[in-house]
């Protein structure tokens, strides 16, 4: 054989055994599929891990009203050794009814007497901000001063204000504090000076510096953190806090508006679910209520998914029932809230969202009835919710429950009924490990495309086991759940939304692991499992583009290489013109791949890319090493309707390819 001969056919075999085990993605640019549903990607926002009090409500003082069960949970006597005085709890006379005990403290005046604050694990506090303090001070004898100290961590004061003339009827009283260093875990005395006594309530220490410098607001570096998704919904406030472990301690919306001293503190289930991870602390004190969620979801431009009660308490505590002939309050309830946020301001409920600071709408179009309930119980109540709402409001699409799991009888049997009512969207949730998402990616390939459209409402791969304190946010199980989202991303059409859970927790009094983003008292974390998220939230496209993986270690025997682990999808974005092309590598190692872009257009050879991965699928985000599993962004230049890539372990790839 002479050379060119020997050349052409090596060329042949190893162009041959190239083919032989090619994995190949082929992406069909000029076939619209279905369209993405803007608010495809969102956050679901739960009252857990001391989410809202604790965490996104910006209030430093725990237990501020003094109507925890124990009233005096977070505050401790101070009583220098020459100090003499005392402290009561009382009820006579008090501020509002919804707020009715409050502290009364009497100095002797011998020395500074009276309570220090811990905070919620501590107060984050920072040097060159400033905090307002205030409380509901009356005075009941002599003429005192308080003493308003701000200690650090380490004993050192921080800063400090006086307070004196109270008046004798109840009457708030400001100061504003400047720490002269930034700590973590400050906190708060509250000190009488002279001889006298007040009664105090609604003791409270803000930051000036909120999201949008709202008195009384948000923790600014959490929302921006939120922001920063660009999240198309948000469902609130849970999560199981929406049924309550009996239907007494359910979530009720109406008790959380108007003035916070007047909205009546509710304990936090979480409090006491695991008996492994107690936090007796835990309360909602509804500072972030509903107005304040809407008001949240307005800014940072997320459609608002609120989950009411339908009568029913949490089926893993009490599974207690609201009979059916006693329902319609709770139907009433669901009813004024669509009029709550959407009724002209001279309705009833518009006018009060009116009378909040809103008159404009806001916008809502879709409802949540009950939050992961299962059973015939169910089916009755949410058939009953959905006739009241759909006669008044039938442009409000509603979301029904499929129960804790997505595959079990409970689930079997919802999905039967809710198909045959012809249910708008029905919500899924799951918490597994990472193979289950990986092996659920054609889930959605074969559901009824005429029947409920699917919302995955809570899903979170568990590195470890459902429940257990070991789980990790780790690269792996981000990367199973990157590959599961483009499973639903080439369904769209079928799944029209999802929502990782839960999204916040804080390091110091978490009462579930994994969660989106972690915070301590003064930084936030966003998790591997964060930049998922964004990653597809800010490269979500409108179109959804048939793509499929052709490998041929997976259809030819005898081969030697192992099926390849790669997951993707791709869309178009309008805008751009781009496609968008997502493909996440599972694999422990690097897998390359061909791109055939089936397309009229020529794709131009320069592409912005970003990858997510990290050194092994146990790589985690630590407050110490924050960005260990974080996009990087590159531009690559050799794309073109058929081109070689090869993906890293353990990643996901976002590639955005222009035409030329
Ligand atoms: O996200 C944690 C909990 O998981 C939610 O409260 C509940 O809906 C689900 O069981």
Redesign the pocket.
Known sequence: MNRSLQAASLAAVLSLSASANAVTIEVQADRPGADINPAMWGIFF?D?NFGADGGLYAELVKNRSFEFPDPLTGWSKISPSLARGRLSIRDDNPLNAANPHYLRIESEGSAPFGVVNEGFRGMGVRKGEAYNFSAQVRRTDGSAALRIELYGSDGTLLDSARLEDFSSDWKTYHAVLHPNDTDAKAKLYVLAEGKGAFDLDMVSLFPQKTWKNRPGGLRADMMQVLADLKPGFMRFP???IVEGTQLSGRYQWKKTLGPVEERPLLINRWNYEFLHRPAPDYFQSFGLGFFEFFQLCEDIGAQPLPIVNCGMACQFNSAELCPMDALNPYIQDALDLVEFANGPVTTAWGAKRAALGHPEPFNLKMMGVG??QWGPQYIERYEKFSQALKQKYPEIKLIAAAG?DPGDDRFKFLWSKLRALNADIVDE?C?SQPAWFLANTHRYDTYDRNGPKVFMG?YAAQSAYTLSTKNRNNLETAIAEAAYLTGLERNADVVRMASY??LFAHVDAWQ?TSDLIWVNNLTVLPTANYYVQQLFSRNRGDIALPTDIKDDASQTSGTTRKPSQLFASATRETSSGEIILKVVNAAHSTTEAEINLETTFNVAGRAETIVLTGATGSAMNTFDQPRKVAPVDSIIQDTSNAFRHTFPANSMTVMRLKPK
Do not use: L, R, V
Request: glycine share 14%; hydrophobic share 20%; aromatic share 14%.
């Open positions: 739960e857990i849970g999560g199981c939050n992961e804790p949730h918490y809570e859970a839960p579930w």
